[in-house]
C-alpha cells in the first residue's frame, strides 16, 4: 500500500536539499502517516485507517460532533 492518508489524499512530495552554498539535491518529504482505530456507529466494529497525523485531531473533533467520518 501507498504511503498515502486514506482521507485527506496527502502523499510523499519531492524537492531539494539545500546546502550553504546553494547547491541542489534531490530529497522527499513524507507525509507523517498513522494507523489509527476508530469506531463504525453503523456497523458496530472498529475500523483501522492510515490517516495523517494532521487529521487525527479533525477525526477527534468530527466523531466528538457526531458527523460522518
Same mark, same amino acid.
Given at each position: 500500500?501507498? !504511503? #498515502?492518508?486514506? !482521507? =485527506?489524499?496527502?502523499?510523499?512530495?519531492?524537492?531539494?536539499?539545500?546546502?550553504?552554498? *546553494? !547547491?541542489? =539535491?534531490? !530529497?522527499?518529504?513524507?507525509?507523517?502517516? #498513522? $494507523?489509527? *482505530?476508530?469506531?463504525?456507529?453503523?456497523?458496530?466494529?472498529?475500523?483501522?485507517? $492510515?490517516?495523517?497525523?494532521?487529521?487525527? *485531531?479533525?477525526?477527534?473533533? *468530527?466523531? #466528538? #460532533?457526531?458527523? $460522518?467520518?
Amino acid at each position: 500500500m501507498s !504511503r #498515502q492518508c486514506s !482521507r =485527506t489524499g496527502k502523499k510523499t512530495a519531492t524537492g531539494n536539499n539545500r546546502s550553504h552554498s *546553494r !547547491r541542489a =539535491t534531490k !530529497r522527499t518529504f513524507r507525509p507523517n502517516i #498513522q $494507523k489509527t *482505530r476508530i469506531f463504525d456507529l453503523e456497523t458496530g466494529e472498529y475500523k483501522t485507517i $492510515k490517516v495523517a497525523a494532521s487529521y487525527i *485531531r479533525t477525526l477527534a473533533k *468530527r466523531l #466528538q #460532533q457526531g458527523k $460522518k467520518v
